[in-house]
Structures are given as structure tokens and as C-alpha cells.
């Protein structure tokens, strides 16, 4: 019976390109497949989504994480996106045949060894999580990186799980985890003006009062001369993306802009997008058997 699971390893840069490429080349001496791979150079950050067995995933996500602790310097790291290491998180999501506990226990044996043979300290978050304070990775990451190294060593609430109780001098820290899919769904607005973004990023986000499973925040598009809301959805079946888009079209609009456009980052759900296509079409009872590519696919492959 064949496993799978999916890692979506960030790392902190997403502006040099032979950086990115050596990082990533790391991966590419296992049996896995990189299905996407997404430098973002207003954030400095690159996302990779990777699928393949539970031991080849989790030996090519450190091999990665190995490659980033050698190359990138966090206190020369500028970024939109909050961060506080330079193999910033790797969560582990369970696909075929693989339930949330093996998860769990890949993202221990990922941040033991990794911490082991390179000083990075490690934390884990969500469904791998020892401390409850710990599972929202927000909440893991407050204070980014010159936060944390002000405080690890001297707040008990910064020890961190696996590594030593200290800052690495260059790569910071790594939040290891296990979780659910996750869609980055970042939503663009026809304004420069940032606190409009960061406005509707709390309406919308669980934390501010929005909804429950979305986390957002309003970054500046500096290239584009806009800001965006930029949102992690964690759970798109009972949060959809179209709710959630709607929602910011209506704020947009009290504020006087409106929205230019979206995008998603990295992989997503058929289901996500048929939710969608069947929200704005208004089709009645429409679902994921009526796509003649996936029966294409169940019947071919």
C-alpha cells in the first residue's frame, strides 16, 4: 500500500536565484515530486510543495533545511512576510493512505534531527504541538526573528522543543508541524494605502473577529504600487474562498478601492475551486464527479 505525504517547506529568500535553486536541488536526490514552487520577492520568501512517501519526504525536506541553514543569513534577511528562521517552517499534511498522527511523529523525528545536526532550535506547532499556546503558528512566531532572539534563553515560554535554548546566529529558529491542507490565498486591492489592507485583513481573520478558519494580514505590493490581503485558509470546506473573497470586495468598497485581483500560492483542492465555480455560477448540485479529467484520470491511471 502506498503512503503519501505532502511537505510545504518556507524558507527566507525569495529574491536570489541560484540561493533558491541550491535549496531546492537538495530535494531533488530523493523520490519525491516538487509540484510547485513559489519565490515571492516582495515577502523574500519561497514556499516548495513536495509529495512522496513519509521517510523520502521528510529526508528531502531536511536535506533542504540542511542547504538553507548554509546559505541564508537572517540578520541580512528584509521580507513582507513574518519570519523568524532561515528554513522558516515545515509542516507535513497528510494524503493517501497516511492518517495526522504519522504526521505528527514525522514532524518530531524532522525537528530532532535537524536541530542535532545544525543548532537550529526547533518548534512545533499545530497538530504536532506539545503546549497548546503553540498550535497557532502565529503565536509561534510573534516577534519574528529579532523577537525570538532577544527572548529565547531567558523566557521560559521560549524554550523551544527539540535544539538547544538559544538562537543559531544566522539561521534563527524552525516551526516544524503537522496540519490539514492549507490554501495561501492572497487577495490584491487598487490602494497603496497599507492600513486599508491590514483594516480588512482583521475583519476577515478569526483572530479580529472574522472567520474561523483564516489567518490574514495586509502587506505592501511595493512593485505593484498596492497592498494586498494575504490569507492562509485552513479549512476551505467550512470556510470557503468565495465567503471569504466576497466579504473583501464589500470592506474594499466601504474604504473607497477595490479589489484588482487574487491569487493562490502553491497547490489547491480540486473541491476548493469547484465550491467556487458552483457558488458564482449557481449551479445547483454541482461536484467534483462532473470534471471529466478526474474521470479521465480514476479510469487511465
Given at each position: 500500500?502506498?503512503?503519501?505525504?505532502?511537505?510545504?517547506?518556507n524558507?527566507?529568500?525569495?529574491?536570489?536565484r541560484?540561493?533558491?535553486?541550491?535549496?531546492?536541488?537538495?530535494a531533488?536526490?530523493?523520490?519525491?515530486?516538487?509540484?510547485d514552487?513559489?519565490?515571492?520577492?516582495?515577502?523574500?520568501?519561497?514556499?516548495?510543495?513536495?509529495?512522496?512517501?513519509?521517510?523520502?519526504?521528510?529526508?528531502?525536506?531536511?536535506?533542504?533545511a540542511?542547504?538553507?541553514?548554509?546559505?541564508?543569513?537572517?540578520?541580512k534577511?528584509?521580507?513582507?512576510?513574518?519570519?523568524?528562521?532561515?528554513?522558516?517552517?515545515?509542516?507535513?499534511?497528510?494524503?493517501?493512505?497516511?492518517?495526522m498522527?504519522?504526521?505528527?511523529?514525522?514532524?518530531?523525528?524532522?525537528?530532532?534531527?535537524?536541530?542535532?545536526k545544525?543548532?537550529?532550535?526547533?518548534?512545533?506547532?499545530?497538530?504536532?504541538?506539545?503546549?497548546?499556546?503553540?498550535?497557532?503558528?502565529?503565536?509561534?512566531?510573534?516577534?519574528?526573528?529579532?523577537?525570538?532572539?532577544e527572548?529565547i534563553?531567558?523566557n521560559p515560554?521560549?524554550?523551544?522543543?527539540y535544539?538547544?535554548?538559544?538562537?543559531?546566529?544566522?539561521?534563527?529558529?524552525?516551526a516544524?508541524?503537522?496540519r490539514?491542507f492549507?490554501?495561501?490565498?492572497?487577495v490584491?486591492l487598487a490602494?497603496?494605502?497599507?492600513?486599508?489592507a491590514?483594516?480588512?485583513?482583521?475583519?476577515?481573520?478569526?483572530?479580529?473577529?472574522?472567520?474561523?478558519?483564516v489567518?490574514?494580514?495586509?502587506f505592501?505590493?511595493?512593485?505593484?504600487?498596492m497592498v494586498?490581503?494575504?490569507?492562509?485558509?485552513?479549512?476551505?470546506?467550512r470556510?470557503?474562498?468565495?465567503r471569504?473573497?466576497?466579504?473583501?470586495?464589500?470592506?474594499?468598497?466601504?474604504?473607497?478601492?477595490?479589489?484588482?485581483?487574487?491569487?493562490?500560492?502553491?497547490?489547491?483542492?480540486l473541491?476548493?475551486?469547484?465550491?467556487?465555480?458552483?457558488?458564482y455560477?449557481?449551479i445547483?448540485?454541482f461536484?467534483?464527479?462532473?470534471?471529466?479529467?478526474?474521470?479521465?484520470?480514476?479510469?487511465?491511471?
Open positions: 500500500m502506498v503512503k503519501l505525504v505532502e511537505c510545504v517547506p524558507f527566507s529568500e525569495g529574491r536570489n541560484e540561493v533558491i535553486d541550491a535549496i531546492i536541488n537538495e531533488k536526490q530523493y523520490k519525491i515530486k516538487i509540484v514552487m513559489t519565490p515571492d520577492a516582495d515577502h523574500n520568501r519561497t514556499d516548495v510543495t513536495m509529495i512522496g512517501e513519509p521517510d523520502e519526504v521528510k529526508n528531502a525536506a531536511l536535506a533542504m540542511i542547504k538553507a541553514v548554509e546559505l541564508i543569513d537572517m540578520e534577511h528584509k521580507g513582507e512576510h513574518p519570519r523568524m528562521g532561515a528554513m522558516d517552517v515545515v509542516p507535513f499534511i497528510p494524503l493517501l493512505n497516511t492518517t498522527e504519522e504526521c505528527i511523529q514525522l514532524a518530531h523525528s524532522f525537528a530532532k534531527e535537524f536541530s542535532e545544525t543548532g537550529v532550535p526547533c518548534f512545533l506547532y499545530e497538530e504536532a504541538a506539545t503546549r497548546p499556546e503553540r498550535k497557532n503558528l502565529a503565536d509561534v512566531r510573534r516577534g519574528e526573528y529579532e523577537g525570538l532572539k527572548e534563553g531567558k515560554d521560549k524554550v523551544p522543543d535544539g538547544p535554548n538559544r538562537i543559531h546566529p544566522t539561521a534563527g529558529a524552525t516544524v508541524g503537522a490539514e492549507l490554501i495561501a490565498f492572497n490584491n490602494t497603496n494605502d497599507i492600513n486599508i491590514k483594516t480588512i485583513a482583521k475583519a476577515v481573520r478569526h483572530s479580529g473577529g472574522g472567520y474561523r478558519f489567518k490574514a494580514m495586509g505592501e505590493i511595493k512593485e505593484k504600487n494586498q490581503v494575504s490569507m492562509n485558509m485552513t479549512n476551505y470546506k470556510t470557503p474562498l468565495f471569504v473573497f466576497e466579504t473583501i470586495k464589500r470592506e474594499a468598497e466601504r474604504y473607497g478601492t477595490q479589489v484588482v485581483s487574487s491569487e493562490i500560492v502553491g497547490m489547491v483542492p473541491d476548493a475551486i469547484v465550491d467556487v465555480a458552483a457558488w455560477l449557481q445547483d448540485d461536484h467534483t464527479e462532473q470534471i471529466i479529467e478526474k474521470k479521465l484520470l480514476e479510469e487511465f491511471s
